[in-house]
């Protein structure tokens, strides 16, 4: 369905002539006759009658105009369908002015990098930064400069052919350069991983077996801290959120005949804190299973 044309005024012969009324006090005070009988009052009739009959042609736009605007629009290689149907192409034309194409905020790059390549999972924009470089001073502080950190998706069925991150990297700076504003200089990196090792004691139930809900605690941290499916939104641990002893305890809390959790630590500290491009990587998991009477199971310490 096309979209229908705005109506550019639609103002009719009564609407003028009142409007024209109201303005004579102000600029002719000693004007007081406003009957139809007075000249002054017919001219202002005839004017707003010719004006009423322009105002209709204004709104009456030919195919001719709609060409031009089509053409002004699309580029001058732009040709009228063959079909002629002038109505499918205004809507065509006006959802491509709609989408997003110039990269000038951070949402702007994000989106289009997502947009660019379906293997890309996660973007992260920072303005000012410039990771690409090995300067510290850079790396925390570049004016117009934005740094793009993508994180791709797991690769899906092996024999599909996949190409390397350095490539996606390349073909993304690429494909933003002719999007970014003329003063910003822009680098698309992959993000970086904070190794993560988390110590803990687990308060085990007495049906509990220690290998197996062990094996399901550490497995519950891995998800947690996945940087594509984890986090507290189920969507990828958040870019820069630090990784407290406080979420450990909860997530440990919550694995099936765990019945308490005690001295959770994270890289022997109560939290990790990271940059805005940084991931936390599970390294390892030292956690330690008891029973009920506080006496640690045999091989109850995982790697």
Same mark, same amino acid.
């Given at each position: 369905?096309?979209?229908?044309?705005?109506?550019?005024?639609?103002?009719?012969?009564?609407?003028?002539?009142?409007?024209?009324?109201?303005?004579?006090?102000?600029?002719?005070?000693?004007?007081?006759?406003?009957?139809?009988?007075?000249?002054?009052?017919?001219?202002?009739?005839?004017?707003?009658?010719?004006?009423?009959?322009?105002?209709?042609?204004?709104?009456?736009?030919?195919?001719?105009?709609?060409?031009?605007?089509?053409?002004?629009?699309?580029?001058?290689?732009?040709?009228?369908?063959?079909?002629?149907?002038?109505?499918?192409?205004?809507?065509?034309?006006?959802?491509?002015?709609?989408?997003?194409?110039?990269?000038?905020?951070?949402?702007d790059f994000e989106a289009?990098?997502?947009? &660019?390549?379906?293997?890309?999972?996660?973007?992260?924009?920072?303005p000012g930064r410039d990771?690409?470089?090995?300067?510290?001073?850079?790396?925390?502080?570049?004016?117009?400069?934005?740094?793009?950190?993508?994180?791709?998706?797991?690769?899906?069925?092996? &024999?599909?052919?996949?190409?390397?991150?350095?490539?996606?990297?390349?073909?993304?700076?690429?494909?933003?350069?002719?999007?970014?504003?003329?003063?910003?200089?822009?680098?698309?990196?992959?993000?970086?991983?904070?190794?993560?090792?988390?110590?803990?004691?687990?308060?085990?139930?007495?049906?509990?077996?220690?290998?197996?809900?062990?094996?399901? &605690?550490?497995?519950?941290?891995?998800?947690?801290?996945?940087?594509?499916?984890?986090?507290?939104?189920?969507?990828?641990?958040?870019?820069?959120?630090?990784?407290?002893?406080?979420?450990?305890?909860?997530?440990?809390?919550?694995? &099936?005949?765990?019945?308490?959790?005690?001295?959770?630590?994270?890289?022997?500290?109560?939290?990790?804190?990271?940059?805005?491009?940084?991931?936390?990587?599970?390294?390892?998991?030292?956690?330690?299973?008891?029973?009920?009477?506080?006496?640690?199971?045999?091989?109850?310490?995982?790697?």
């Amino acid at each position: 369905m096309p979209i229908p044309l705005p109506n550019l005024d639609d103002r009719s012969f009564d609407e003028l002539t009142a409007e024209a009324r109201a303005l004579i006090p102000g600029l002719q005070p000693d004007w007081t006759d406003h009957n139809p009988s007075d000249p002054g009052i017919t001219l202002v009739e005839l004017l707003a009658w010719l004006t009423e009959m322009l105002l209709f042609q204004v709104n009456q736009v030919p195919e001719a105009n709609v060409e031009k605007f089509l053409k002004l629009l699309n580029g001058p290689g732009w040709t009228r369908p063959e079909d002629g149907d002038l109505g499918a192409e205004i809507r065509r034309t006006v959802l491509d002015l709609r989408r997003r194409y110039r990269a000038v905020s951070a949402g702007d790059f994000e989106a289009l990098a997502t947009e &660019a390549d379906p293997t890309v999972r996660r973007v992260r924009c920072l303005p000012g930064r410039d990771l690409s470089s090995s300067d510290p001073e850079r790396r925390s502080g570049a004016p117009a400069h934005v740094s793009v950190i993508v994180l791709r998706d797991r690769p899906g069925d092996p &024999a599909v052919p996949r190409s390397t991150d350095e490539q996606v990297y390349t073909a993304l700076h690429a494909y933003l350069e002719p999007r970014r504003t003329l003063t910003t200089r822009h680098h698309v990196v992959g993000p970086g991983y904070v190794p993560v090792e988390i110590a803990a004691n687990l308060a085990l139930r007495a049906d509990a077996t220690p290998e197996e809900t062990l094996a399901a &605690a550490r497995a519950a941290l891995a998800a947690f801290l996945d940087p594509l499916d984890g986090g507290p939104g189920g969507s990828g641990w958040p870019f820069g959120r630090a990784v407290t002893a406080g979420e450990v305890y909860t997530v440990l809390d919550r694995v &099936a005949l765990v019945d308490y959790v005690e001295d959770v630590q994270v890289n022997g500290a109560a939290l990790v804190a990271l940059d805005g491009h940084e991931l936390p990587e599970l390294t390892g998991a030292r956690l330690t299973a008891y029973d009920a009477d506080g006496v640690p199971f045999e091989q109850a310490a995982t790697p």
